[in-house]
């Protein structure tokens, strides 16, 4: 299970958004739908996720409903505001989504276009095991109006899979991409390096293997040690060695280099699509500040610059819901300097950037001494945007602090 939950200001019992709040109808709008089932935990995880002995008066076969519930107290809460829009992007994470059921899946998708409407052309995303994913599953998805599944492959060694506490056979990851595909699914395979015991010649052949696929896009991210997992108790016992930073930027300068040679671009610090059409819309609908709604428990949502977070237990969620209450535990409305910091926190990472009329005034003259450093490209920085080199994507967090400190 995740962390604690951030303290914040109470939650209005009926979800009731601030009669201030200063919402724009054109800003996009997307949903979230957590799933927090796992079979079991993997050792790097922190996500708000629950195996079948931590439910404690959840049922997973009632979730689908539960969650329905929330999308109905969604539905009055923004039309009551005059903020209801068609979702332009819906995604589907977790936990392990495909542990439901494909039709559970479906209802609640079919339950949130009623509330809302789809955007004409909307992306609608699935996260999958590759052990839970069958022809059958793939289509029945489709079918419900799913347009991508983001395949969670995360290495294809097996000792670096045992690592992490991966149980998913790596040859099932061919079959669900298969099975996607003859779906009509776009794909993407999601992976980690850096886990304790990967060498670059394992991480090459997971590269190599992932390229093999002939996904749609790549997701690759470097493995954080988060505070409470059983990772972070084995490195603090001696059982595992600490990620090398130094072995990770290799890692993710190969990354960058294969991907590229095999017809991927970046586009965020983490992504490669293989064109623009094929990035994951709705990760920048969160990178760009858009408006959505988070379902389920622990989900975050924002809308117009107010934050709100629900309840982290399923149990606890669905009391809430069967009650008539929100389930949300507390709410947010950062400053103006906290939301400046978190706006070149996120831009800054995607390859577009940040104009640098967004930075505040007295730090823009630091923008000089970044291009001089290698971290941002010389030509953008002329036409007014703060866009980060190959270096740049490697100390992201470096130029982040010297834009904003």
Not at 20 to 29: A, E, G, H, Q
Not at 232 to 251: K, N
Not at 300 to 320: C, D, E, T
């Amino acid at each position: 299970m995740a962390g604690p939950l951030p303290l914040g200001d109470p939650a209005p019992a009926d979800g009731h958004l601030p009669d201030d709040l200063p919402i724009d109808t054109s800003v996009p709008f997307s949903a979230y739908l957590h799933i927090p089932f796992c079979t079991v935990r993997c050792g790097y995880c922190d996500f708000n996720t629950y195996t079948s002995t931590e439910l404690r008066g959840a049922k997973q076969e009632d979730y689908a409903s539960t969650l329905i519930s929330e999308i109905g107290l969604a539905r009055r809460v923004l039309a009551g505001a005059g903020a209801l829009r068609p979702m332009d992007t819906v995604f589907f994470g977790g936990g392990t989504p495909t542990l439901l059921p494909a039709g559970d899946l479906a209802r609640m998708l079919e339950a949130a276009t009623s509330a809302f409407g789809l955007a004409e052309g909307a992306e609608v995303t699935v996260e999958a095991n590759p052990d839970t994913v069958t022809p059958a599953v793939a289509r029945t998805l489709a079918a419900a109006g799913v347009t991508r599944m983001s395949v969670g492959m995360q290495s294809s060694v097996p000792h670096v899979l045992a690592s992490l506490d991966r149980t998913h056979r790596p040859e099932n990851v061919t079959t669900a991409v298969a099975a996607a595909k003859d779906a009509g699914l776009a794909v993407s395979v999601d992976l980690i390096y850096g886990a304790p015991g990967e060498s670059l010649a394992d991480w090459e052949a997971s590269l190599d293997a992932a390229l093999a696929l002939e996904s749609d896009h790549v997701s690759a991210y470097a493995l954080i040690i988060e505070d409470g997992t059983k990772l972070a108790r084995q490195i603090r016992r001696g059982e595992v060695p600490t990620p090398d930073d130094d072995v990770q930027a290799d890692m993710y300068e190969l990354a960058d280099a294969r991907l590229a040679a095999g017809g991927f671009d970046w586009y965020e610090v983490s992504n490669w699509a293989r064109t623009p059409e094929q990035r994951s819309r709705h990760n920048l609908a969160y990178w760009r500040g858009s408006d959505w709604w988070g379902f389920g428990p622990g989900a975050h949502s924002h809308v117009a610059g107010l934050r709100w977070w629900n309840v982290k237990h399923p149990a606890a969620y669905a009391q809430r819901l069967a009650a008539s209450e929100s389930p949300a535990a507390g709410t947010e409305r950062p400053d103006a300097e906290s939301r400046t910091l978190e706006r070149i926190l996120l831009l800054s990472r995607i390859r577009e950037g940040i104009a640098i009329d967004e930075v505040p005034t007295a730090n823009r003259n630091r923008v000089a001494g970044l291009i001089a450093d290698g971290l941002v490209d010389p030509a953008a920085a002329i036409r007014g945007r703060v866009q980060l080199t190959l270096r740049g994507r490697l100390l992201a967090d470096a130029v982040v602090r010297e834009l904003t400190d």
